[in-house]
């Protein structure tokens, strides 16, 4: 996005402050040389193509091929590399955490929105709000509860907090009566909620 696209665009309607810092950002970044506009809008284009669906298919693998799985566990950057799947250097680490039936995992960013975007997107509203922020941490079995998802009392559940250096990926449980199904047919039962861990993968 050009400077005058931008001034075209706050005659047209008023701006947020979060957009309007971008924009500075946009222009430093641009005046002092390191990035152009158009280099921007290629990474924003890029990040816009995320999706759920680039995340269930890496589940999806995890579910089928053991030893994938081993190596997206320890060392996700390289795992996600065998998927053509780059994350360069300089973005923040990914770390993917296994549910299983003694552990699960809740994500949450309980100061800003930092989200797992090179797999999942843009992070849905809910993500971001104040009260999932807070009831994520304070009370997470509740939070589960409210989209439908019942955690045994005898399950651990531990809570992530996403940093502006850690995103996490949820890795959840295969569901029972999978068994002989394809990685494409798999895939379609991973949300990008079951990646969060606020909700179970669907069952066939």
């Not at 400077?3 to 402050?17: F, I």
């Not at 890496?58 to 060392?75: I, Q, T, Y």
Request: net charge negative; hydrophobic share 40%.
């Amino acid at each position: 996005m050009t400077t005058t696209h931008v001034e075209d665009h706050v005659h047209d309607q008023p701006m947020s402050e979060v957009a309007l810092r971008s924009v500075a950002i946009e222009a430093l970044l641009a005046e002092k040389g390191l990035l152009t506009a158009d280099e921007v809008q290629r990474q924003v284009d890029l990040m816009d193509r995320r999706t759920p669906a680039d995340g269930a298919k890496v589940v999806a693998r995890a579910w089928v091929d053991p030893d994938f799985k081993a190596r997206l566990l320890s060392d996700t950057r390289s795992a996600l590399g065998e998927m053509g799947i780059r994350i360069s250097e300089d973005t923040p680490h990914l770390t993917v955490v296994e549910n299983t039936e003694e552990v699960h995992h809740l994500v949450v960013c309980t100061l800003c929105s930092c989200y797992p975007r090179m797999l999942l997107g843009r992070p849905p509203d809910w993500y971001k709000s104040l009260a999932y922020r807070s009831r994520a941490v304070s009370d997470p079995r509740g939070v589960m509860a409210e989209f439908g998802t019942a955690v045994a009392s005898d399950m651990q559940v531990d809570v992530l907090d996403s940093t502006a250096d850690m995103r996490y990926l949820v890795l959840p449980r295969r569901p029972e009566g999978t068994e002989g199904m394809s990685e494409e047919e798999l895939a379609r039962l991973v949300t990008r909620d079951s990646m969060v861990g606020v909700s179970e993968a669907l069952a066939p």
